[in-house]
């Protein structure tokens, strides 16, 4: 059974520091990982996603993620927080079959100091 | 630009209304997903359905039923709305396969039941 633990719920970091939210999975079979992001009122909206190919992936906005098999995680990183990256951020791990068993995280809000 | 569209952004019901939550996309996906998001437990699958007419139960099927009459539009249906439904509710979409799995979301419908 896959499933999905994010470390914190919350994470406050000041504008122009490192961000890092944490993402562990388990897995049965090799898997797709994602991270989506939600801004306030809005829906979920594709971040990246890790799909076997290179185990470094870029996203929008300056975000990226680390697969480490080894380590069964999946990272999220940006060098240098801005006020707009203020969000909840989901991880998610799917087994290809189509979505149906998508997992998600329980999130972790983001928040931005000045 | 890939679009999912949610009838509702807010909503309003009293305790044994039958509410109806509708959800289109202009995608062509083949699959649609109803997810229900709660502070501290991520989304919560409902139901999905992989074409016309077809559908599965999730994780948290009890008190909801749906609706897939045409390939771009399901609709989430609250028999009797009852107070614990109270939630913001998510509509979803993906390819059957090619895509990785990524789902598309719509905007959330946020229900409150009085």
């Known amino acids: 059974a896959q499933s999905v633990t994010q470390l914190g719920s919350h994470v406050s970091v000041s504008e122009g520091a490192l961000v890092l939210l944490r993402c562990n999975y388990s897995s049965s079979v090799p898997p797709y990982l994602f991270w989506y992001v939600q801004y306030p009122n809005q829906g979920l909206q594709l971040l990246l996603k890790?799909?076997?190919?290179?185990?470094l992936v870029k996203g929008i906005n300056g975000f990226e993620a680390e697969f480490k098999k080894s380590e069964t995680s999946f990272h999220l990183t940006k060098p240098s927080a801005h006020m707009s990256d203020a969000a909840e951020y989901f991880c998610a791990v799917s087994d290809g079959t189509g979505g149906f068993k998508t997992i998600f995280g329980a999130g972790t809000r983001l928040f931005v100091k000045a | 630009d890939v679009k999912v569209t949610q009838s509702s952004r807010y909503l309003v019901k009293r305790t044994g209304e039958k509410v109806f939550l509708e959800c289109v996309q202009d995608?062509?996906?083949?699959?649609m997903f109803w997810y229900r998001q709660d502070p501290g437990l991520g989304l919560r699958l409902i139901y999905f359905s992989y074409d016309v007419k077809m559908k599965e139960k999730g994780d948290i099927p009890e008190g909801y039923s749906v609706s897939r009459e045409k390939k771009e539009r399901f609709s989430l249906i609250l028999e009797s709305a009852s107070t614990n439904q109270t939630s913001m509710y998510l509509c979803a979409s993906s390819l059957l396969a090619g895509d990785t799995d990524t789902q598309y979301f719509g905007p959330g419908t946020r229900l409150t039941v009085l």
């Open positions: 890790y799909t076997s190919a290179a185990t």
């Open positions: 995608m062509d996906h083949e699959n």
